[in-house]
């Protein structure tokens, strides 16, 4: 199969990517991360701010697009607001690709900014268990149900129906590391081993604390553009093959199997619409909240068969210099988190295509070439949604 325009109109590119300052960020406010991400982005790309007629965002302030677009002076026609957790970003990602097609906007600006951790470091937030105790939720949440349980109870379903194993699900979290050692951004660089993970302090059985997410301050942006700005561009585009969105159950009693994501679905449109196989990807960049997002995943995804993840991710495969190179630059377990996190795999997807990397991180195929087709796909709740992008350069 060959990749191809699912859109049918216009050719949708992605024009400038960036990341505002990242990691530990104790002086900035989230407007100022949302800021800092779009001039950036907007730099990369070598257009104009005049030509942004299509803005998204999400998670800050009370009106989400139309607070950020004031404070970044911006007033788009098109707005986008999607929220659904991790998987928003690439959600709205495909939404923006459908409008730029349609003709309904031109250029789309997606800007994410967090100060999770330094709002908690400073005592402005306490650290969340739970979405809530409304709606459906409310029959969970007094037995002490958390967000953590949820994923640790999944995972516990894969092992005991696959035989998934604790060594396994660490080697997630020790290639993460691996690959965020090339990576100056990356919050955490020291390599980690198998029994580190193993040893760590509890957080939620079978998870201990390297299983988990970082938590951390920062933003990135990402602008869409049609294809009649290519030619403006500062750098060659990076194409938007194809996507696809879904979602699941609201509370874990309707969740039919623990053991499939909504990414089996998602990601079935996305390659399907993008005209490629999960054969063809060089790269992935997937939503690691916590190991076994990443092993399930890659299963729902294709890449290897239901409950083959613990064998496929335990060979190295992952790293930056193996078969399937994985969250090249560290992912959520080690190079940066601030909450909803999926713009932040387009980011890093779009850098490795265009083979900007940098020494140490870029990705290589066979013969030196660059990466030429990548996925990026998000996962938010406890596995209730998932949106799917591939990407391309041809």
């Known amino acids: 199969m060959t990749s191809g325009n699912p859109y049918g109109k216009r050719r949708v590119a992605v024009a400038g990517v960036a990341l505002s300052d990242c990691g530990r ?53 098109w707005v986008d607001s999607t929220s659904v957790g991790g998987a928003t970003w690439e959600v709205m990602a495909a939404h923006a690709a459908d409008a730029i097609a349609a003709g309904h906007a031109r250029a789309v600006l ?52 696959y035989g ?27 390599p980690v081993t198998v029994d580190e993970v193993l040893s760590g302090p509890m957080i939620a059985d079978p998870f201990t604390k390297l299983h988990c997410c970082i938590r951390s301050d920062g933003g990135c942006a990402v602008l869409l553009v049609a294809d009649d700005l290519v030619p403006d561009l500062a750098k060659p585009p990076v194409w938007v093959l194809g996507s696809g969105t879904a979602v699941s159950h609201t509370t874990m009693s309707e969740w039919p199997d623990f053991t499939v994501s909504p990414a089996a679905e998602s990601g079935r449109l996305a390659f399907a619409r993008a005209g490629v196989r999960p054969s ?35 060979t190295g495969r992952l790293l930056r210099d193996g078969e399937l190179p994985v969250n090249t630059d560290g ?64």
């Open 25 to 77: 960020v104790d002086e900035a406010t989230p407007y100022a991360l949302h800021a800092q991400a779009a001039r950036r982005a907007l730099a990369d790309s070598g257009l104009d701010r005049s030509v942004i007629d299509g803005f998204a965002s999400a998670g800050l302030g009370t009106l989400a697009p139309v607070e950020v677009a004031d404070y970044l002076g911006l007033r788009p026609t």
């Open 164 to 190: 998934t194993t604790l060594e396994q699900l660490a080697q997630i979290a020790v290639q993460a590391r691996a690959n965020a050692v090339g990576n100056p951004d990356a919050m955490y660089r020291d």
């Open 110 to 161: 997606l800007v994410y900014g967090s100060t999770a951790r330094a709002d908690l470091k400073a005592k402005r937030r306490t650290a969340n268990l739970s979405f809530g105790s409304r709606g459906p939720l409310q029959f969970e949440v007094p037995y002490g149900h958390t967000l953590i349980a949820k994923y640790a109870m999944a995972a516990r379903r894969h092992m005991h129906q």
């Open 331 to 394: 992912g959520g377990l080690a190079a940066c988190h601030p909450g909803m996190r999926g713009l932040f795999l387009l980011v890093e997807a779009v850098r490795q295509l265009r083979g900007e990397a940098g020494p140490g991180r870029q990705v290589h195929k066979p013969g030196g070439r660059l990466p030429q087709l990548a996925v990026a796909s998000g996962t938010g709740g406890w596995f209730c949604s998932s949106g799917t992008v591939v990407l391309g350069t041809g």
């Open 280 to 314: 063809e990807i060089d790269i992935a960049e997937l939503y690691d909240a916590f190991t076994y997002m990443t092993l399930v995943t890659l299963e729902d995804l294709g890449f290897c068969a239901k409950g083959e993840g613990g064998a496929f991710v335990g």
